[in-house]
T-cell receptor, first 110, second 112 residues
Framework: QKEVEQDPGPLSVPEGAIVSLNCTYS??????FMWYRQYSRKGPELLMY????GNKEDGRFTAQVDKSSKYISLFIRDSQPSDSATYLC??????????FGKGTSLLVTP | NAGVTQTPKFQVLKTGQSMTLQCAQD?????MYWYRQDPGMGLRLIYY???????DKGEVPNGYNVSRLNKREFSLRLESAAPSQTSVYFC???????????FGQGTRLTVV
C-alpha cells in the first residue's frame, strides 16, 4: 500500500462549480503536505502548503487536513477553465525528498 | 529568472544507446532530484542529491546513474537505454530535502 492514495479521475465539472480533490494517507507522522498543480506538458508547480492540522486558504483555494481520518483535501471555489490541470498531493519522505500521489485530472468546462 | 532548466526537451533513442539529461538551477538550492512520470504511475523518484557531493537512490534507480557536478548542476545518465525507460523526466530542486520543490519543464524521452 502506497503511503498516499489519490483518485486519478478524470473529474469533469462545469465552470463555477466547487471542486473537491482528495488524498488519503497512512503515516501519522507526516507533518505537512503540499498540493501541486501540473498543466499539460508542463512541470508541476506548488499550489499550496499546509501543516497537518486545520485549513489554509489562498484566494479560491482551500487546503484542509483531517488527521483523525487521514484525509487531505483541496477545495476550489468558483472553478474556471484555467483550473483544468492535474493536481498532485505531496509529502516529505524522511526529510530528503517529496513523494507524490498519482494525481487527479480535473477538467472544468465552460 | 530561469529557475530549473533541463536539456534536451525531447529525445528519441534506440535501444542500447546512451545519453545524459542535463539539469541546472540558479536558485542556490542545496537539494536536487530526478523524477520520472509515467501514465498511471505518477511521479517517481529516481535519484536525489541532498547536497553538493552526495547522491542517493530513490524509488526507481535501476538503469540510471547521476552526477552532482556542482551546486547548480545535476545530470542523469542512461547507459544502455531500454523501451521501459520511455517516460517524461523531471529535474527539481529545493532549498533542503523535503521542502518545496521547483521543477523544470521536463524531457520527453522515447526509446525505440
Amino acid at each position: 500500500q502506497k503511503e498516499v492514495e489519490q483518485d486519478p479521475g478524470p473529474l469533469s465539472v462545469p465552470e463555477g462549480a466547487i471542486v473537491s480533490l482528495n488524498c488519503t494517507y497512512s503515516n501519522s507522522a507526516f507533518q505537512y503536505f503540499m498540493w501541486y498543480r501540473q498543466y499539460s506538458r508542463k512541470g508541476p508547480e506548488l499550489l499550496m502548503y499546509t501543516y497537518s492540522s486545520g485549513n489554509k486558504e489562498d484566494g479560491r483555494f482551500t487546503a484542509q487536513v483531517d488527521k483523525s481520518s487521514k484525509y487531505i483535501s483541496l477545495f476550489i471555489r468558483d472553478s474556471q477553465p484555467s483550473d483544468s490541470a492535474t493536481y498532485l498531493c505531496a509529502y516529505p519522505n524522511s526529510g530528503y525528498a517529496l513523494n507524490f500521489g498519482k494525481g487527479t485530472s480535473l477538467l472544468v468546462t465552460p | 529568472n530561469a529557475g530549473v532548466t533541463q536539456t534536451p526537451k525531447f529525445q528519441v533513442l534506440k535501444t542500447g544507446q546512451s545519453m545524459t539529461l542535463q539539469c541546472a538551477q540558479d536558485m542556490n538550492h542545496n537539494s536536487m532530484y530526478w523524477y520520472r512520470q509515467d501514465p498511471g504511475m505518477g511521479l517517481r523518484l529516481i535519484y536525489y542529491s541532498a547536497s553538493e557531493g552526495t547522491t542517493d537512490k530513490g524509488e526507481v534507480p535501476n538503469g540510471y546513474n547521476v552526477s552532482r557536478l556542482n551546486k547548480r548542476e545535476f545530470s542523469l545518465r542512461l547507459e544502455s537505454a531500454a523501451p521501459s525507460q520511455t517516460s517524461v523526466y523531471f529535474c527539481a530542486s529545493s532549498v533542503n530535502g523535503g521542502t518545496e520543490a521547483f521543477f523544470g519543464q521536463g524531457t520527453r524521452l522515447t526509446v525505440v
